[in-house]
């Protein structure tokens, strides 16, 4: 029973926690450039008193088959973390010569609050000084040398007052003179990618590396790449596994009362 009510509380513990990644993602449903989260769950198998795991003396000299049962007994569901959905989102057009969507791979470096964060969301502005800018004013970086961090700080890109015109490439025009190059970046496989905010998102140092041949489209921005529909049958079926829990543990809460109040007064 005690194993029970223990799966009963790990089960929905990383339900509860698998809702609120859910949660996150219709909350950005409309957020420019995000990148939805999905839920990784493992095994877990209790440990014994004695460390060695649930297997005991007893175990072995029952050839294996209590080992077993343990096992399956011991065995608890718990949310092993989240990983990014790097699946491209829809382009949307605006007509603003400043909004820029990637069509492919990478993403823009940004410098904000001094770190360096990476983003899809290409909804940009020229600041007061004549800096290209994102909307929350963070620096845009222009070619980026990847291993040189210090060479960051001045690689924004000066826009001078003009009509602007954006190539495909990143080359950024103004009134038929170049500008500067907005740098965009990439990722090997497997890099872990960790989401701040609406749509930052942090790398390990010196991951990044640019991209070959980068592929931009004036005046549009990329929409966030959750699917609605997906993700409302996902929630309903979060929502109804935390309700199973929910119920398990009542009832192994009702029969701990009945055998406190019936079967513990015979001993």
């Known amino acids: 029973m005690d194993s029970g009510l223990y799966a009963a509380c790990a089960g929905l513990r990383a339900?509860?926690?698998?809702?609120?990644?859910v949660a996150h993602n219709l909350a950005n449903l409309n957020t420019t450039g995000f990148r939805g989260q999905q839920a990784t769950f493992q095994s877990l198998v209790a440990a014994s008193p004695n460390g060695l795991g649930v297997q005991t003396?007893?175990?072995a000299a029952g050839n294996g088959l209590s080992s077993a049962l343990n096992r399956a007994a011991n065995n608890f569901?718990?949310?092993?973390?989240?990983?990014?959905d790097m699946e491209s989102g829809g382009v949307l057009t605006t007509g603003n010569p400043l909004d820029l969507a990637i069509e492919g791979?990478?993403?823009?470096?940004?410098?904000?609050?001094?770190?360096?964060?990476y983003t899809r969301n290409g909804s940009f502005r020229v600041s007061s000084s004549g800096q290209l800018v994102t909307r929350n004013g963070d620096l845009v970086l222009s070619d980026p040398t990847l291993k040189e961090k210090d060479k960051y700080k001045d690689k924004g890109i000066?826009?001078?007052?003009g009509v602007v015109a954006?190539?495909?490439?990143?080359t950024v025009s103004v009134n038929g003179a170049v500008a500067g190059t907005i740098g965009l970046v990439e990722f090997a496989p497997g890099t872990p990618l960790t989401a701040e905010g609406e749509s930052l998102i942090r790398a390990p140092e010196d991951s990044a590396r640019p991209v070959l041949q980068p592929a931009l489209k004036q005046g549009a921005l990329e929409s966030s790449n959750v699917n609605s529909i997906s993700s409302v049958v996902s929630l309903l079926a979060v929502q109804r596994q935390a309700e199973m829990m929910q119920r398990a543990l009542s009832l192994f809460d009702t029969e701990f009362d009945r055998v406190a109040t019936t079967d513990l007064p015979k001993v």
Do not use: Y
């Open 15 to 21: 339900q509860s926690e698998a809702l609120e990644v």
């Open 57 to 59: 003396a007893s175990d």
């Open 77 to 84: 569901g718990v949310l092993e973390g989240t990983h990014m």
């Open 105 to 117: 791979g990478g993403f823009f470096a940004i410098r904000t609050a001094g770190v360096i964060r």
């Open 158 to 161: 000066n826009v001078p007052p």
């Open 166 to 170: 954006i190539a495909s490439d990143g």
